[in-house]
Each structure stands twice: as structure tokens, then as C-alpha cells.
């Protein structure tokens, strides 16, 4: 299929590379990148609606089971028996939970103003962590939300947290980051080095934490609370960088290069629209 295809639409650069090395007889120029984005509609004359509370916000559905990355080569053969690595955690709640318990642990009055937002499904085992670390009043679980609301909660929060895989995710780009970014609020990225952080990097909309560095997490923490206690941005976003992610924009590219196939496939084969 993807040898007699006209052209191979990617979402990421990283898929694209991963397809170019697989299928080295494709030409490099057979692959086009469009990548997920946010729609304008959504987001346009949203504005946030806050109540004094130092809110960390994670909108999506959480996991509570680790996965085995596929062996490579002849390993495959032996799947399940072999596996290509240690367990991975699939975003759990676990290391923002902790680093918040010692937040409070060390800084007993931000247990007054910290506070930290869940929108989604919510895995009933850390549940458990919330009570065991005496988090109940700083954890406030939404549960399922219609998509209107869950764009409010993104401009709601003083910063948005979104957590990755391990290293297998270096080439996945989880599409809620560009909403994340439309939304301006701070990005707090818990995940490997990879597509994601370059992403966040580029539009300067957050920081990028390695997603079992609770020391640094803390730390993080900590820095940006201190800076919004005293007034100030705690990011620069690129807008220009991030307005070309608008879904309008990703479908007018598409849009051109559907019409390009058409043109060419009409001039060879001699025939044209009226």
C-alpha cells in the first residue's frame, strides 16, 4: 500500500523518518508531514475564569498499567516470552501525585493554594495514593467533561501538566498538546526527550521534565509558584509558531497538495476538468 501510494501523510517528522528508513525506495518527497492541531472555533473568546488557587491541570485519560517495549529482530518471534526492555508506565498520576505530597510535606502552606485538576478518567489505584498522602483537598477530580468544557479548564489552570511514555514515545506528539499550546497556559511536560519536548520547546510554552525526576518536578514546581506569587508570565509563547498549527491552516496545506495529485494525475492521463 504504501508503495503504490501517491503520497504517505505522516502526523510527525519522526513517523516519516521511521517509514523512510523502513521503505528506502520511497523518494523522500512521497512523504508529507501534517501534523494534528487545535481549531481556532474552539478556543477563540475563551478567557480565564480563576479563584486565586495555584491549579495544575491535566485534561485526558490516565492509565495504571506499565508496558514492555517490543524486542527488536528475531526477538519477535518469542513475544511474550521476550520482552525489548523493563516495564514502562503509560501516564499514571504517580510521580505529580508524590512530588505534590512532598511540596506540602516541605511547604505545609501551599496545602492552602495548590491545587491539582484532573479532567478525565481517573485510575482507581491512585485514588488510593490521594488518600494515603492526604492530598483530598488538593486533588480535585472532574471526570468525563464535554470538549467546550475541558478547553475552558485549559485556560482555567496556572499550568498545564501532560505526561508520555518512555523512550518509545520519542516520535509521538499527543494531539491535546496543540489546545494545550493554543490555550497559553503553561505546559509542564512529563515525558522523554523526543518529538513533544522539541515541540514545546520551539514554541517556548513550557519546560520539559524527565518523567520519573521527582526532585526536579518538585523543583519546577516550586519556581513557577514563586514567580506567580509575585505577578510574574511564567512563559513567552511563540504565537507565531503556534498559529500554524490551526487545524484551517493543516487542511488548506492537505487541500493543495490533494489538488496538486489531481492536476498530475489529469495530465497524464490527457484528460481535464471542464
Known amino acids: 500500500m504504501l508503495l503504490a501510494a501517491d503520497r504517505v501523510v505522516c502526523a510527525t517528522e519522526g513517523y516519516s523518518r521511521l517509514l523512510s528508513v523502513n521503505y528506502p525506495s520511497i523518494p523522500a518527497e512521497r512523504f508529507l508531514v501534517s501534523p494534528n492541531g487545535y481549531d481556532e472555533d474552539d478556543c477563540s473568546g475563551k478567557t480565564p475564569q480563576r479563584d486565586g488557587c495555584f491549579r495544575l491541570t491535566y485534561v485526558g485519560t490516565l492509565l495504571d498499567f506499565a508496558v514492555r517495549p517490543r524486542p527488536r529482530g528475531w526477538g519477535r518471534l518469542f513475544e511474550p516470552i521476550v520482552a525489548g526492555g523493563a516495564p514502562v508506565l503509560v ?37 488510593q495514593l490521594i488518600r494515603d498522602r492526604g492530598l483530598e483537598h488538593v486533588v480535585e477530580l472532574y471526570g468525563y467533561v464535554d470538549h467546550g468544557h475541558a478547553i475552558q479548564a485549559m485556560f482555567d489552570a496556572e499550568v498545564l501538566f501532560l505526561m508520555q511514555a518512555g523512550a518509545g514515545s520519542a516520535n509521538v506528539i499527543p494531539g491535546k498538546i496543540y489546545e494545550y499550546m493554543r490555550s497559553g497556559t503553561p505546559i509542564l511536560g512529563l515525558f522523554p526527550e523526543g518529538l513533544a519536548a522539541k515541540l514545546i520547546r520551539t514554541t517556548r510554552t513550557g519546560v520539559v521534565i524527565s518523567p520519573d525526576d521527582i526532585p526536579a518536578l518538585r523543583e519546577q514546581i516550586l519556581s513557577w509558584y514563586s514567580a506567580w506569587r509575585r505577578g510574574e508570565r511564567l512563559t513567552q509563547p511563540a504565537w507565531p509558531v503556534i498559529h500554524q498549527y490551526s487545524r484551517r491552516g493543516q487542511a488548506e496545506k492537505l487541500a493543495e497538495c490533494m489538488e496538486a495529485l489531481v492536476k498530475r494525475q489529469q495530465a497524464v492521463r490527457g484528460c481535464y476538468p471542464p
Open 91 to 127: 501516564r499514571t498520576p504517580g510521580t505529580i501525585l508524590e512530588a505534590a505530597a512532598q511540596l506540602i510535606d516541605s511547604e505545609p502552606g501551599l496545602g492552602n493554594i495548590l491545587r491539582l485538576r484532573f479532567i478525565g478518567a481517573f485510575p482507581e489505584k491512585y485514588r
